[in-house]
């Protein structure tokens, strides 16, 4: 071993004799020349076989791998860390947790993209593999940083305005920074202590000159393992009660006191980059804890002393001029316990950004509309026999989409909108349908990628839209910066449209044993293939409905095809099938509660909601319904279901290459949102 390593892998270790091994074999098995790294495995004193699976692998590896072992366990991965750095040796250290693994690329490439500009961060493209689906974390799918820099592209030097915010260690730092900067990984904090770690690296050196961070984005580079728990985590439950807020404030204060309040308040350019992370961390979860961060009038005086006191006990009154003024006037009524001022601050922030919102709907889609009215050569529009009709076909809806994009409740949703409505506008105008399958939102390596994860998952009768839907781009689940709305164990989930089962096999997966899959499922064909797969594969939470659910009791038509897109209805032909409502169903087997519906019935959305109304006003399930299969379905379908229960936000997923399989959640929320009608247009 020399002392001129590139590189320092660091592994704390706890009862990972499994998972360790597909760790190890990752590093090993490096691009890099074995006599330019080394291995630092720090064991935890484990009660299993995985400090002796290691000392195999140091059998083989003498002159890579270092292994020692704690004398008493830490219950915490802080300790483990911290003794690694003190032997490693290596220019950069990477932290890797003992259960993830890395590409065979990540040491070579990362260390020559670090060295380019001597770069004292640099931040891995990371994707969450669970369950033999790998799915991309959302800060490499964030629109600000592709936008700028370029989609599957390395970054030399990152704008640290542009920065993701980091709370994972999971990184090359380098390593005589983190000497001089005398870090360690906090030992007293029981979580975030990734957070603060790398929070400090970033303000230390902020501190004396700029930090240069690049970004190792050309391919995935390091896996994140979800497919067991983190023993050294004390759970990840997501509070959204403002129930919890007392204890948020103090789990918030033991950690973010010890990053900015501890030996005095940073100043300048670090002073400004804590309170963005500041903000991220605390005011941001505050948004989840008090419904929509809207209904103040809802939190008692204690709730509001809470906030006051924590404010006025640790954040200095002068770092309150550093938020823009609309949030600064928000936290003086906070650290003055103003209850009523929260109130009206939070109204007229309500208001602007609305107005905001609205104008840059109204901006983008007159942007789009001229392009193609001015653009397009009219021998694109065989259909039509003028350009006037087109305007007017293409105007008739535009106040219908501005009225959704003002419900979506997040940007990523909002992003995703300006890209689907664009898409939709040029199919309509260049009248093709080649944009179904047009590379819009994956390229085909990306989907030929999605394709060779999903193998596995692969039933008899499904098809690759579906698979890939499910088990890779999980467009029934929705990932939100920092939050998830998805169904959850023990749930009770609706599958209306469960065609031969894969989206009834991803349900009965994420609710578990003590949750129930109700797949409904009408045409005959695709029934027998429904239950042949479910119990292949012994899902025994799903129950299968064999009807259609429509806005009454009926008899509809549905050609004799397991195709989904086939099970449309048929006007009087093919085979006879029962449908009933869901209102209908629910009551006769004394259904107690439901949490999630799921909709893809071609075309037949609004007639099952129509027939559930009774079922979403008394349960506010979430839904995941499809709004792609008609025209009007962006407008009609959440009109239908706000009419039914307002008290629902807006969240956007898209599912394929083209402009079919596009999702909108509806989450509950305690304040109901009322777009006021657009302006009439002008174009």
């Known amino acids: 071993m020399t002392d001129d390593l590139k590189v320092s ?8 004799e499994n998972l360790i091994i597909r760790c190890l074999d990752s590093c090993v098995n490096q691009s890099m020349r074995k006599s330019e790294f080394e291995i630092v495995v720090i064991d935890d004193c484990s009660t299993d ?69 001597s770069s004292d961060l640099v931040i891995l493209k990371k994707s969450i593999f669970s369950d033999g689906v790998v799915k991309l974390v959302s800060t490499f ?23 993701p915010f980091q709370n994972s260690a999971l990184a090359f730092f380098k390593r005589k920074l983190i000497t001089s900067l005398g870090l360690e990984f906090d030992c007293g904090l029981s979580r975030g202590e ?44 997501h509070l959204t009660s403002k129930e919890h807020l007392s204890d948020e404030c103090r789990r918030r204060q033991e950690l973010w006191c010890k990053l900015y309040f501890s030996d005095g308040f940073l100043s300048g350019r670090a002073a400004k980059y804590a309170l963005k992370r500041f903000r991220r961390g605390f005011i941001t979860k505050l948004h989840r804890i008090i419904p929509d961060f809207a209904s103040y009038e809802e ?73 193609y009215i001015n653009n397009i050569d009219q021998n694109y529009f065989p259909a039509y026999d003028n350009t006037h009709e087109i305007n007017g076909f293409a105007i008739s809806s535009l ?83 920092g939050f998830t709305y998805g169904a959850n164990k023990g749930d009770i989930v609706l599958d209306i449209g469960a065609f031969t089962g894969s989206t009834a096999l991803y349900f009965s997966q994420r609710i578990g044993a003590d949750g129930k899959v109700y797949a409904f499922e009408a045409t005959p064909a695709t029934i027998t293939l429904l239950r042949e797969n479910i119990a292949d594969k012994r899902a025994d939470n799903v129950t299968i409905v064999p009807l259609a659910v429509s806005d009454k009791v009926q008899t509809l038509h549905f050609p004799e095809c397991s195709h989904g897109s086939n099970s449309a209805l048929d006007k009087g032909k093919g085979c006879v099938v029962a449908a009933t409502t869901i209102d209908i169903w629910a009551d006769s087997n004394e259904i107690r509660k439901i949490d999630f519906i799921k909709m893809d019935i071609e075309g037949a959305e609004r007639y ?30 959440p009109n239908l279901i706000l009419s039914i ?39």
């Open 9 to 16: 892998i660091i592994i704390p270790l706890y009862n990972r």
């Open 49 to 117: 076989r995985s400090y002796d699976v290691v000392r195999e692998y140091q059998h083989k590896y003498p002159n890579l791998i270092r292994l020692l072992r704690l004398e008493n366990n830490s219950g915490t991965a802080s300790v483990p860390r911290n003794e690694a750095l003190k032997i490693a040796i290596g220019e950069y250290v990477l932290f890797v947790d003992s259960d993830d693994y890395i590409d065979k690329d990540t040491l070579f490439e990362g260390w020559e993209l670090a060295t380019k500009n």
């Open 141 to 163: 799918t964030d629109s600000k940083l592709l936008s700028k820099y370029g989609i599957c592209v390395n970054i030399d030097r990152c704008d640290i305005n542009d920065l």
């Open 194 to 237: 990734d957070t603060l770690f790398i929070s400090r690296y970033i303000c230390g050196i902020t501190t004396e000159r700029d930090i240069h961070v690049a970004i190792l984005a050309a391919k995935t580079y390091y896996f994140i393992s979800r497919d067991s728990g983190n023993d050294y985590e004390n759970g990840g439950e």
């Open 299 to 371: 939190l008692s005086s204690d709730d509001i002393l809470v906030l006051s006191k924590f404010l006025n006990d640790n954040v200095p009154n002068w770092s309150d001029s550093l938020h823009k003024t609309e949030k600064s006037i928000l936290l003086r009524a906070m650290r003055d316990n103003n209850k009523e001022g929260l109130i009206r601050v939070k109204k007229y922030i309500d208001k602007q950004n609305y107005i905001a919102k609205k104008e840059r709907i109204e901006k983008f889609i007159v942007e789009q509309l001229n392009f």
């Open 399 to 481: 106040e219908e989409y501005v009225r959704f994009g003002l419900g979506l409740d997040d940007k990523k949703s909002f992003e995703l909108f300006k890209k689907i409505y664009s898409a939709r506008l040029g199919e309509h105008f260049l009248y093709k349908r080649y944009y179904i399958d047009a590379e819009i939102f994956h390229s085909n390596a990306e989907w030929n990628n999605f394709e060779v994860s999903t193998t596995s998952k692969a039933i008899n009768g499904d098809n690759l839209l579906d698979r890939i839907g499910c088990w890779a781009i999980e467009n029934y689940t929705y990932y939100g910066d």
């Open 608 to 637: 099952a909601i129509q027939g559930a109304k009774n079922v979403i006003s008394k349960f506010t399930p979430m839904m995941a319904i499809s709004i792609y299969h008609r025209q009007d379905d962006f407008w009609t379908i």
């Open 645 to 683: 229960n307002p008290k629902y936000k807006m969240y956007l997923n898209h599912g394929s290459k083209g402009l079919c399989e596009t999702v909108c959640f509806f989450i509950p929320s305690n304040e109901a949102f009322k777009p006021t009608p657009p302006q009439t247009w002008v174009i």
